[in-house]
């Protein structure tokens, strides 16, 4: 056991360094990508600028004379920079320093500039770096973009170097993480060790040493803590065993009454026995008591797995923060340098034209537009001793971090041939900090996700090689010892636990082989003993000892653990482009010109939900048909499909169809899963194991969420497509391994799905105001604001995939976290229907502040307040909603009523998901953020009203 | 001797045939031009000589002189010409008329005629727009940015300006057809136009005595920037005329580059001549080399424009360019 857990334990810290080292290097990768693409944006707009003045005048861009040797003297700046090209709007390059004079820039550049919304673009191919900015005519058309192409080698070099130190690391907090977790686990299993070490003994009638005879066990003195720690649990154990020996030796005894030569020879301990009869198959709910062994070793390890992976995980994380910074800062260090640069040759440019420095006219102006574009930048001046020129506002020295005062004078501003003038550039630290801090919150969302992955890989992992095997020995212990020799399982021989288990299947094997011998007597046609007395005595034993001619029906154990992990990887599969998705489909081909671009964005989301909506009707019959675990291993395959589909597609069509696709995917596999945890957990259990079904999933889709912004960055969007048919294929195969096979329930008959009661539903006022006022604005908040408005509002705010995943994935962790603690407020006698008011007041007022004002920071507050406040409504719509179908509506029954609701709302989700995109593309996206804000405060209010003067709703027991 | 005689006959007969083979092979290029050979025919001389084509290119300079224009025309029948270049609104219209006189013999109908160097094509009937001239025998170039832009661009130099002066020559017709054109759009753009006839009452070539005078009328109606327009009288005076408005305090716009480069006129956005020469070499070949027929080709744009500043006297005017300007102009110090 201890063996096993420690291999357990280092695997699992091995593969959380593994994703942690794995995920730090993508996010250093994509910050230093972003600052390089920033740096080169310097470059290109500095360009750009100066086609501007003939821009201006209405001229196009190919019509400049001397556009060659402008784009030319931008290579002065950086000796790196690869080619400069000035392209018209069509991606036509009408300047080039390329020698080979390309026609066209490469096809994903051309989009990137197509589909950016800002001035400033960037993107990378396999070997060069893009950076873009528009030159954008007084009139506020795109006259043409200027783009410069930079190698990837210092990223490369950067990421290589990155990646050494990070497996260095790795590999040495995993060795010192896997010593401790052997000493910790020394010490919580050692002397459980010893003691299941003997369970094998104990099996076969050996008298346990420790325990005695009489049953007591030493518990004081020192170290009696440790070698107590399971104690009880174990002393029960030992227990059954014993009395499961004395139940077969009785039966034996009673059954060699019977005994016939044929059957003399049987002995249960003997390896060579054979079973005659044909076992049967048979699949038991497997009760894994709170209070069994199995249950508590896990809850004991639990917590030290947690605390070591994220202490791990966290030291990883630290150091590679660190090694991330210092791998960044040169970065922005080159950037101010670069502007500096920029500043004093454009100085230059100007004194060579032959204007003297102090005549020169509107500068403050020019450098005043370019700082626009530099936030980082919060003063700029030309001084010869005294100030020349300058703009913004000056940093107190003492403030400025010393490494952006360094080389203050160090670019000066020649002319003939002689220093005039230097430049002074005062980098605003708050900005410095914040891109730090950017950093810093990413690492921590790397953590986070790895060792969430991690835990759930651990959860896996324990109890398929440790609490399982317990699981199945106490169980099948418990039996014999209350006399049920019917049930045999399928075990394995290599530890003492299973070697424990082996001889009680053994028992149970032979006492049935021993009885049927008996029942058919001497050649097979007569009850031994050739009478009535006989047979009754027998049938009596039979009865006692549950025995059966068929021998022992073969028990498969079942655990919501076993489904776990495939439930996260395919919630984080299905949320992995959530942050992109709007993007990728704003890029793919539109053959429907006419339809407006964010009503298009808006068909893959509606598609899903619409396939949701009208698949979720028929899982539950499905499940019961073909049983959840087939109905899982056959969803999976569509599913699959439908993101090799996203991976090829290329047009909007394409992509509205293997979305749809996919809403069939998770709507079956979600649903099945549930269905399977509330088969296969007993009736009291099984509120907890839905909560847990619940964590699990909204894990994932945090998970996803959190991972996919970063992936897409670093590997492209449509790879990540391939990445989420890995994780389903992952998935799939877990289930088809470890996932008990549970018979189908169908009666022969094809279900039917039901139709869910609607209008005689909505005739009820409470129902109705539930429904249009809590249900709806919530679902309408999720599908419209966070699916779809949140990832276009902050890329036309500049905010990169990995920026918006990081926001998105605010909104489930806030779920998580508030969904059960609103339960538990909730059991402490606070009304349900001011918990759901409460939070639908939140997410209004949260999207109103955003809509007012949109900012990143105003969409981070208004997707976790939006978050909060549905992890309030969440439960409590639930709980509301059967209690109004257990009273007011309790002739129409409780599963239809939640059928409705459910009905109701992903319909009116859909209707909403499209107003809104409608809304976004004739306002803009603050009118449409506020038309969802007047929803959830217009439905909260509707609600308050319906629950004016009514009693307040008891709370109730939370469900998914 | 006689067999020798006749040996030197037949070989001379046979030199001559061969020359006048080759020469009927080449083909005849006659360049009709107002103020001599300067940069388009030197740009068009030069792109024909490079493409390798066999052509003899024939100059004739009007010297400004309307008069001369139906000998040209003659000679161009005479000779035959293959293909005729003009130069200029007065000496296109003079040649092929407008798109009225496509049945009118006194002007070339049956020549393939390429146009340079026409202030505005379209409002003078010469062609019918960028698509095609509308006659068959005609194409040409276009090489100016539309008025409003040379207002424009002073507006950018100038964030105070609000008044533009204006010479023009009324016999000339794309002199007065640029001053119709500007007393319609100044007001559209929030601008005052003071626009001055050079000799009113004179049908004949101005007064050059008469630019000063103008000159000092322009300053004191408060004109701090000066549109040279459309005129080949004061393109060919650019050196007094420039000259006088500086001394006047006025900075002159100009739609010509050498006004800028070569006098004292301090700014204009010009495509370069020698481009444009260039770009009527390639539309001739189109016709000649490659058969196609002129009233096909569409009317090419010149695309080589740059901002010119002349800081020499900006620096004498105090004002010098915004700093924007400077990131892109070619300056000129002279």
């Given at each position: 056991?201890?063996?096993?857990?420690?291999?357990?334990?280092?695997?699992?810290?091995?593969?959380?360094?593994?994703?942690?080292?794995?995920?730090?290097?993508?996010?250093?990768?994509?910050?230093?990508?972003?600052?390089?693409?920033?740096?080169?944006?310097?470059?290109?707009?500095?360009?750009?600028?100066?086609?501007?003045?003939?821009?201006?005048?209405?001229?196009?861009?190919?019509?400049?004379?001397?556009?060659?040797?402008?784009?030319?003297?931008?290579?002065?700046?950086?000796?790196?920079?690869?080619?400069?090209?000035?392209?018209?709007?069509?991606?036509?390059?009408?300047?080039?320093?390329?020698?080979?004079?390309?026609?066209?820039?490469?096809?994903?550049?051309?989009?990137?500039?197509?589909?950016?919304?800002?001035?400033?673009?960037?993107?990378?191919?396999?070997?060069?770096?893009?950076?873009?900015?528009?030159?954008?005519?007084?009139?506020?058309?795109?006259?043409?973009?200027?783009?410069?192409?930079?190698?990837?080698?210092?990223?490369?070099?950067?990421?290589?170097?990155?990646?050494?130190?990070?497996?260095?690391?790795?590999?040495?907090?995993?060795?010192?993480?896997?010593?401790?977790?052997?000493?910790?686990?020394?010490?919580?299993?050692?002397?459980?060790?010893?003691?299941?070490?003997?369970?094998?003994?104990?099996?076969?009638?050996?008298?346990?040493?420790?325990?005695?005879?009489?049953?007591?066990?030493?518990?004081?003195?020192?170290?009696?803590?440790?070698?107590?720690?399971?104690?009880?649990?174990?002393?029960?154990?030992?227990?059954?065993?014993?009395?499961?020996?004395?139940?077969?030796?009785?039966?034996?005894?009673?059954?060699?009454?019977?005994?016939?030569?044929?059957?003399?020879?049987?002995?249960?301990?003997?390896?060579?026995?054979?079973?005659?009869?044909?076992?049967?198959?048979?699949?038991?709910?497997?009760?894994?008591?709170?209070?069994?062994?199995?249950?508590?070793?896990?809850?004991?390890?639990?917590?030290?797995?947690?605390?070591?992976?994220?202490?791990?995980?966290?030291?990883?994380?630290?150091?590679?923060?660190?090694?991330?910074?210092?791998?960044?800062?040169?970065?922005?260090?080159?950037?101010?340098?670069?502007?500096?640069?920029?500043?004093?040759?454009?100085?230059?440019?100007?004194?060579?034209?032959?204007?003297?420095?102090?005549?020169?006219?509107?500068?403050?102006?020019?450098?005043?537009?370019?700082?626009?574009?530099?936030?980082?930048?919060?003063?700029?001046?030309?001084?010869?001793?005294?100030?020349?020129?300058?703009?913004?506002?000056r940093i107190d020295p003492y403030l400025a971090p010393p490494r952006e005062r360094k080389g203050v004078r160090s670019h000066p501003i020649m002319h003939n041939g002689e220093e005039i003038a230097y430049v002074v550039i005062d980098v605003d630290p708050a900005f410095i900090s914040k891109k730090f801090l950017d950093v810093f919150l990413d690492m921590g969302v790397v953590v986070v996700v790895a060792v969430l992955i991690a835990f759930e890989i651990m959860v896996l992992m324990s109890s398929r090689s440790l609490t399982a095997a317990l699981d199945r020995l106490q169980r099948l212990a418990a039996m014999q010892a209350a006399g049920d020799f019917s049930k045999r399982a399928i075990v394995g021989a290599r530890t003492a636990i299973d070697r424990a288990a082996q001889v009680l299947i053994e028992r149970a094997e032979g006492l049935s082989a021993q009885f049927a011998a008996a029942?058919?007597?001497?050649?097979?046609?007569?009850?031994?003993?050739?009478?009535?007395?006989?047979?009754?005595?027998?049938?009596?034993?039979?009865?006692?000892?549950?025995?059966?001619?068929?021998?022992?029906?073969?028990?498969?154990?079942?655990?919501?653990?076993?489904?776990?992990?495939?439930?996260?990887?395919?919630?984080?599969?299905?949320?992995?482009?959530?942050?992109?998705?709007?993007?990728?489909?704003?890029?793919?081909?539109?053959?429907?010109?006419?339809?407006?671009?964010?009503?298009?964005?808006?068909?893959?989301?509606?598609?899903?939900?619409?396939?949701?909506?009208?698949?979720?009707?028929?899982?539950?019959?499905?499940?019961?048909?073909?049983?959840?675990?087939?109905?899982?291993?056959?969803?999976?395959?569509?599913?699959?499909?439908?993101?090799?589909?996203?991976?090829?597609?290329?047009?909007?069509?394409?992509?509205?169809?293997?979305?749809?696709?996919?809403?069939?995917?998770?709507?079956?596999?979600?649903?099945?899963?549930?269905?399977?945890?509330?088969?296969?957990?007993?009736?009291?259990?099984?509120?907890?194991?839905?909560?847990?079904?619940?964590?699990?999933?909204?894990?994932?889709?945090?998970?996803?969420?959190?991972?996919?912004?970063?992936?897409?960055?670093?590997?492209?969007?449509?790879?990540?497509?391939?990445?989420?048919?890995?994780?389903?294929?992952?998935?799939?195969?877990?289930?088809?391994?470890?996932?008990?096979?549970?018979?189908?329930?169908?009666?022969?008959?094809?279900?039917?799905?039901?139709?869910?009661?609607?209008?005689?539903?909505?005739?009820?006022?409470?129902?109705?105001?539930?429904?249009?006022?809590?249900?709806?604005?919530?679902?309408?908040?999720?599908?419209?604001?966070?699916?779809?408005?949140?990832?276009?509002?902050?890329?036309?705010?500049?905010?990169?995939?990995?920026?918006?995943?990081?926001?998105?994935?605010?909104?489930?962790?806030?779920?998580?976290?508030?969904?059960?603690?609103?339960?538990?407020?909730?059991?402490?006698?606070?009304?349900?229907?001011?918990?759901?008011?409460?939070?639908?007041?939140?997410?209004?007022?949260?999207?109103?502040?955003?809509?007012?004002?949109?900012?990143?920071?105003?969409?981070?507050?208004?997707?976790?307040?939006?978050?909060?406040?549905?992890?309030?409504?969440?439960?409590?719509?639930?709980?509301?909603?059967?209690?109004?179908?257990?009273?007011?509506?309790?002739?129409?029954?409780?599963?239809?009523?939640?059928?409705?609701?459910?009905?109701?709302?992903?319909?009116?989700?859909?209707?909403?998901?499209?107003?809104?995109?409608?809304?976004?593309?004739?306002?803009?996206?603050?009118?449409?953020?506020?038309?969802?804000?007047?929803?959830?405060?217009?439905?909260?209010?509707?609600?308050?009203?319906?629950?004016?003067?009514?009693?307040?709703?008891?709370?109730?027991?939370?469900?998914? | 001797?006689?067999?020798?005689?006749?040996?030197?006959?037949?070989?001379?007969?046979?030199?001559?045939?061969?020359?006048?083979?080759?020469?009927?092979?080449?083909?005849?290029?006659?360049?009709?031009?107002?103020?001599?050979?300067?940069?388009?025919?030197?740009?068009?001389?030069?792109?024909?000589?490079?493409?390798?084509?066999?052509?003899?290119?024939?100059?004739?300079?009007?010297?400004?002189?309307?008069?001369?224009?139906?000998?040209?025309?003659?000679?161009?029948?005479?000779?035959?010409?293959?293909?005729?270049?003009?130069?200029?609104?007065?000496?296109?219209?003079?040649?092929?008329?407008?798109?009225?006189?496509?049945?009118?013999?006194?002007?070339?109908?049956?020549?393939?005629?390429?146009?340079?160097?026409?202030?505005?094509?379209?409002?003078?009937?010469?062609?019918?727009?960028?698509?095609?001239?509308?006659?068959?025998?005609?194409?040409?170039?276009?090489?100016?940015?539309?008025?409003?832009?040379?207002?424009?661009?002073?507006?950018?130099?100038?964030?105070?300006?609000?008044?533009?002066?204006?010479?023009?020559?009324?016999?000339?017709?794309?002199?007065?057809?640029?001053?119709?054109?500007?007393?319609?759009?100044?007001?559209?753009?929030?601008?005052?136009?003071?626009?001055?006839?050079?000799?009113?009452?004179?049908?004949?070539?101005?007064?050059?005595?008469?630019?000063?005078?103008?000159?000092?009328?322009?300053?004191?109606?408060?004109?701090?920037?000066?549109?040279?327009?459309?005129?080949?009288?004061?393109?060919?005076?650019?050196?007094?005329?420039?000259?006088?408005?500086?001394?006047?305090?006025?900075?002159?716009?100009?739609?010509?580059?050498?006004?800028?480069?070569?006098?004292?006129?301090?700014?204009?956005?010009?495509?370069?001549?020698?481009?444009?020469?260039?770009?009527?070499?390639?539309?001739?070949?189109?016709?000649?080399?490659?058969?196609?027929?002129?009233?096909?080709?569409?009317?090419?744009?010149?695309?080589?424009?740059?901002?010119?500043?002349?800081?020499?006297?900006?620096?004498?005017?105090?004002?010098?360019?915004?700093?924007?300007?400077?990131?892109?102009?070619?300056?000129?110090?002279?």
């Amino acid at each position: 056991m201890l063996l096993r857990s420690w291999i357990t334990f280092s695997v699992v810290i091995a593969l959380l360094q593994a994703v942690v080292g794995l995920l730090s290097v993508l996010q250093h990768n994509a910050v230093l990508s972003d600052l390089l693409r920033q740096r080169i944006s310097v470059i290109a707009q500095t360009t750009a600028t100066s086609f501007k003045p003939i821009i201006d005048l209405g001229l196009p861009i190919s019509m400049i004379r001397n556009g060659d040797a402008i784009v030319a003297r931008a290579l002065e700046t950086d000796d790196e920079v690869k080619a400069v090209h000035a392209l018209n709007p069509t991606g036509i390059i009408v300047y080039s320093t390329d020698a080979s004079r390309p026609k066209e820039v490469p096809r994903e550049v051309l989009q990137a500039m197509q589909l950016s919304k800002e001035v400033k673009w960037s993107t990378e191919t396999g070997e060069q770096i893009y950076s873009g900015f528009n030159v954008v005519g007084r009139d506020g058309a795109t006259s043409g973009a200027v783009l410069v192409a930079y190698p990837k080698d210092r990223l490369e070099a950067a990421s290589q170097a990155i990646m050494r130190k990070v497996v260095r690391n790795a590999l040495v907090i995993w060795a010192a993480f896997s010593a401790l977790s052997y000493v910790l686990l020394s010490l919580l299993l050692g002397a459980p060790q010893r003691r299941l070490a003997r369970l094998e003994g104990v099996a076969r009638g050996e008298p346990d040493a420790q325990i005695g005879v009489n049953g007591n066990m030493k518990t004081s003195g020192s170290g009696a803590f440790w070698r107590d720690l399971f104690g009880p649990q174990i002393r029960q154990l030992d227990a059954n065993l014993a009395d499961a020996r004395r139940q077969y030796d009785a039966a034996t005894r009673e059954l060699g009454a019977f005994e016939l030569p044929a059957a003399k020879d049987w002995q249960a301990e003997s390896d060579d026995a054979v079973v005659a009869t044909t076992p049967t198959l048979e699949t038991e709910v497997a009760s894994n008591p709170s209070r069994s062994l199995a249950r508590q070793i896990a809850s004991r390890l639990a917590p030290l797995a947690a605390v070591l992976m994220v202490s791990s995980a966290l030291v990883l994380g630290m150091i590679t923060l660190g090694n991330v910074n210092r791998s960044i800062e040169p970065e922005l260090s080159a950037r101010t340098n670069l502007i500096a640069t920029v500043v004093g040759e454009d100085v230059q440019r100007a004194l060579a034209t032959g204007v003297p420095l102090d005549s020169l006219v509107s500068a403050e102006s020019f450098f005043a537009d370019m700082l626009k574009q530099l936030p980082e930048i919060a003063y700029v001046a030309v001084a010869t001793g005294r100030v020349v020129l300058e703009v913004g506002e000056r940093i107190d020295p003492y403030l400025a971090p010393p490494r952006e005062r360094k080389g203050v004078r160090s670019h000066p501003i020649m002319h003939n041939g002689e220093e005039i003038a230097y430049v002074v550039i005062d980098v605003d630290p708050a900005f410095i900090s914040k891109k730090f801090l950017d950093v810093f919150l990413d690492m921590g969302v790397v953590v986070v996700v790895a060792v969430l992955i991690a835990f759930e890989i651990m959860v896996l992992m324990s109890s398929r090689s440790l609490t399982a095997a317990l699981d199945r020995l106490q169980r099948l212990a418990a039996m014999q010892a209350a006399g049920d020799f019917s049930k045999r399982a399928i075990v394995g021989a290599r530890t003492a636990i299973d070697r424990a288990a082996q001889v009680l299947i053994e028992r149970a094997e032979g006492l049935s082989a021993q009885f049927a011998a008996a029942w058919q007597g001497p050649g097979g046609s007569d009850v031994a003993g050739g009478s009535d007395a006989g047979r009754t005595r027998l049938a009596a034993l039979q009865a006692r000892y549950c025995l059966s001619l068929n021998g022992p029906a073969t028990l498969r154990f079942s655990y919501f653990t076993d489904l776990r992990l495939a439930l996260f990887l395919f919630a984080a599969a299905d949320e992995l482009p959530l942050s992109f998705m709007p993007l990728y489909t704003r890029a793919a081909h539109n053959p429907f010109p006419w339809l407006s671009e964010t009503v298009l964005i808006s068909l893959p989301l509606a598609g899903y939900l619409l396939a949701i909506v009208l698949v979720s009707p028929f899982a539950r019959p499905l499940a019961r048909w073909l049983g959840p675990r087939r109905l899982l291993i056959l969803a999976a395959a569509p599913t699959i499909a439908a993101h090799l589909w996203l991976y090829l597609a290329s047009s909007v069509p394409e992509i509205v169809a293997s979305r749809t696709m996919l809403g069939v995917g998770y709507a079956f596999v979600t649903l099945a899963c549930q269905d399977y945890v509330i088969d296969n957990t007993p009736r009291d259990e099984r509120d907890r194991s839905l909560g847990m079904f619940s964590t699990v999933l909204f894990g994932g889709i945090f998970c996803g969420t959190a991972l996919g912004g970063v992936l897409a960055d670093r590997l492209g969007q449509s790879n990540v497509f391939l990445l989420s048919a890995t994780f389903v294929l992952i998935s799939a195969l877990l289930i088809f391994s470890l996932v008990a096979d549970t018979a189908s329930r169908g009666d022969g008959t094809r279900a039917k799905a039901a139709r869910p009661p609607l209008l005689a539903a909505l005739r009820n006022w409470h129902f109705a105001a539930l429904v249009f006022g809590i249900a709806i604005p919530g679902n309408v908040c999720l599908q419209a604001f966070i699916s779809y408005l949140v990832a276009l509002t902050l890329d036309s705010l500049g905010a990169s995939p990995a920026d918006i995943g990081r926001t998105l994935m605010v909104y489930f962790l806030a779920i998580a976290l508030v969904g059960p603690l609103a339960g538990r407020v909730a059991e402490r006698g606070i009304s349900v229907s001011a918990v759901a008011l409460s939070g639908g007041f939140l997410c209004g007022i949260s999207l109103l502040t955003a809509a007012i004002r949109p900012s990143e920071i105003t969409i981070f507050l208004a997707v976790l307040g939006s978050g909060v406040g549905s992890g309030m409504v969440r439960g409590a719509q639930v709980s509301l909603s059967m209690s109004i179908a257990e009273t007011e509506l309790k002739h129409l029954g409780a599963d239809p009523v939640l059928g409705a609701l459910r009905t109701i709302e992903r319909f009116a989700s859909i209707a909403g998901l499209l107003l809104v995109a409608a809304v976004a593309g004739l306002y803009g996206y603050a009118v449409a953020i506020a038309v969802v804000a007047a929803l959830a405060l217009g439905g909260a209010l509707l609600f308050g009203l319906s629950v004016l003067g009514k009693p307040a709703a008891p709370a109730r027991q939370q469900a998914p | 001797m006689k067999s020798i005689a006749r040996k030197l006959l037949t070989l001379a007969v046979f030199f001559v045939l061969t020359t006048v083979a080759s020469a009927a092979d080449r083909k005849q290029i006659l360049g009709i031009f107002y103020e001599g050979c300067e940069n388009v025919c030197e740009g068009f001389k030069a792109a024909i000589k490079k493409s390798g084509f066999a052509a003899d290119v024939t100059i004739i300079d009007l010297a400004q002189d309307k008069s001369r224009i139906p000998t040209a025309i003659a000679k161009a029948r005479a000779m035959p010409a293959d293909l005729v270049l003009t130069y200029g609104t007065n000496g296109t219209l003079g040649v092929i008329g407008t798109l009225d006189d496509t049945a009118n013999p006194a002007f070339i109908t049956e020549i393939p005629v390429v146009f340079v160097k026409v202030a505005d094509p379209f409002g003078t009937h010469i062609a019918k727009g960028f698509e095609g001239s509308g006659r068959a025998n005609v194409t040409g170039t276009f090489n100016r940015v539309p008025e409003a832009i040379n207002i424009e661009i002073v507006r950018q130099y100038d964030p105070t300006f609000d008044k533009l002066g204006l010479l023009y020559n009324s016999n000339e017709r794309n002199s007065a057809i640029t001053a119709e054109e500007l007393k319609k759009i100044a007001p559209t753009l929030g601008i005052e136009l003071v626009a001055l006839e050079i000799d009113p009452g004179n049908n004949s070539v101005p007064n050059i005595a008469r630019i000063a005078e103008r000159m000092a009328e322009l300053r004191e109606q408060g004109v701090r920037w000066l549109y040279v327009g459309s005129s080949s009288f004061l393109n060919a005076n650019g050196e007094l005329f420039t000259k006088t408005a500086v001394e006047n305090g006025i900075a002159i716009v100009s739609p010509y580059e050498p006004l800028v480069r070569e006098h004292h006129a301090m700014l204009s956005i010009a495509a370069r001549l020698e481009n444009v020469g260039h770009l009527a070499a390639e539309q001739a070949l189109s016709i000649l080399r490659d058969g196609a027929t002129p009233g096909d080709l569409p009317i090419v744009r010149a695309t080589d424009f740059a901002y010119v500043v002349n800081m020499e006297v900006a620096k004498k005017l105090d004002r010098y360019p915004p700093f924007a300007f400077l990131q892109v102009a070619e300056a000129v110090n002279n």
